[in-house]
């Protein structure tokens, strides 16, 4: 069964503590946090405060993405504000087996997330060192996107990659994940489903949620 990260971002924020207790009580395995700074994506979301606020109110994982510049500059920052996972774009770190490290070092998991543009061949010698990929199936900075169907053969050869490099890292897929394509993500190897828009626009999130546990 896959794990479901609900995104928080697709959420009320003006009724987040209800929403957070929907998660808790659902079936979701994860608290998926989209960190934008407006430089390296063309919007603004939250930062370290927020996620500190939904630290509190859950003991789920909290999967903290991302999208900034400079990320070490803000990774012992999002540690003590409660992050399990940290995840940061290949394309905005010119270090980023540093960067890994840097979020290892801090007790962390160590995710790296891809634009729908970047190969994954592109990862061949850092894979090792990671925990999770986050394959972005649209293009980074807002919600509700369209899922970009090349997604599909993307994660095959990722998965291809991961074995072949003896890997660890699990894969998870962020953006325009719906009850109609769940399955073919998974089927093609993704371990991770981030739903944001399906989960909360839902009539019965929690049902969504479980229906999405469910997928084969």
Same mark, same amino acid.
């Given at each position: 069964?896959?794990?479901?990260?609900?995104?928080?971002?697709?959420?009320?924020?003006?009724?987040?503590?209800?929403?957070?207790?929907?998660?808790?009580?659902?079936?979701?395995?994860?608290?998926?946090?989209?960190?934008?700074?407006?430089?390296?994506?063309?919007?603004?979301?939250?930062?370290?405060?927020?996620?500190?606020?939904?630290?509190?109110?859950?003991?789920?994982? %909290?999967?903290?993405?991302?999208?900034?510049?400079?990320?070490?500059?803000?990774?012992?920052?999002?540690?003590?504000?409660?992050?399990?996972?940290?995840?940061?774009?290949?394309?905005? %770190?010119?270090?980023?087996?540093?960067?890994?490290?840097?979020?290892?070092?801090?007790?962390?998991?160590?995710?790296?997330?891809?634009?729908?543009?970047?190969?994954?061949?592109?990862?061949?010698?850092?894979?090792?060192?990671?925990?999770?990929? %986050?394959?972005?199936? =649209?293009?980074?900075?807002?919600?509700?996107?369209?899922?970009?169907?090349? @997604?599909?053969?993307?994660?095959?050869?990722?998965?291809?990659?991961? @074995?072949?490099?003896?890997?660890?890292?699990?894969?998870?897929?962020?953006?325009?994940? @719906?009850?109609?394509?769940?399955?073919?993500?998974?089927?093609?190897?993704?371990? =991770?489903?981030?739903?944001?828009?399906?989960?909360?626009?839902?009539?019965?999130?929690?049902?969504?949620?479980?229906?999405?546990?469910?997928?084969?």
């Amino acid at each position: 069964m896959p794990i479901i990260a609900p995104s928080l971002l697709s959420a009320n924020f003006l009724e987040l503590q209800k929403d957070c207790d929907l998660l808790n009580a659902s079936e979701a395995d994860w608290y998926h946090l989209d960190v934008m700074d407006g430089r390296f994506v063309p919007n603004i979301s939250f930062g370290p405060m927020f996620v500190e606020f939904f630290r509190k109110a859950t003991d789920k994982i %909290c999967d903290v993405h991302l999208m900034i510049e400079e990320p070490e500059k803000y990774a012992e920052t999002f540690q003590k504000a409660g992050a399990d996972i940290l995840t940061v774009h290949y394309e905005a %770190c010119r270090h980023l087996h540093r960067n890994l490290q840097q979020i290892k070092l801090l007790g962390m998991k160590a995710g790296i997330a891809i634009n729908p543009h970047t190969p994954v061949h592109m990862l061949e010698n850092i894979l090792p060192d990671a925990d999770l990929i %986050c394959v972005m199936s =649209v293009n980074p900075g807002f919600g509700g996107q369209k899922f970009i169907a090349a @997604t599909i053969e993307k994660v095959k050869a990722l998965k291809s990659l991961i @074995t072949a490099t003896h890997s660890k890292a699990l894969i998870e897929i962020d953006g325009g994940v @719906t009850l109609d394509n769940a399955s073919a993500l998974v089927q093609a190897g993704a371990d =991770v489903l981030v739903a944001g828009n399906t989960v909360f626009k839902s009539a019965n999130p929690a049902e969504t949620i479980r229906l999405l546990k469910q997928v084969k």
